[in-house]
């Protein structure tokens, strides 16, 4: 008979996922509004949403609940399922700390 050692797998860094700060929730939370507003204005569901986008319906959810904060790529899939520019989803958030920043020396 032949033991088999297990060892943990590597798979890179640990990313840390920490809390994001009040200013960034805000930003998701009227994102995800925006978005099941603009889904029920079309009559979808999250499920329908999901299918048309290519992502998942647990996603979709946590989008709308600002609870992720969604790659590039998934706000064109998103926007294209809804049929609307991404722009419309994203006007006006902002984070508040004005447009220019001060280089540090």
């Not at 798979?11 to 805000?26: E, F, L, N, Y």
């Not at 609307?84 to 004005?98: A, E, I, K, P, Q």
């Amino acid at each position: 008979m032949r033991l088999i050692e297990c060892r943990p797998i590597e798979c890179g860094p640990q990313v840390s996922r920490s809390m994001p700060d009040a200013r960034t929730r805000k930003i998701l939370s009227q994102f995800g509004d925006r978005v099941r507003k603009a889904r029920r204005d079309r009559g979808f569901s999250q499920e329908v949403l999901a299918e048309r986008s290519g992502l998942h319906r647990t996603y979709i959810g946590t989008v709308e609940r600002g609870e992720r904060n969604p790659a590039l790529i998934n706000l064109i899939r998103i926007a294209d399922a809804l049929e609307v520019d991404v722009s419309s989803l994203m006007r006006g958030l902002t984070l508040g700390r004005g447009l220019q920043r001060e280089v540090k020396k």
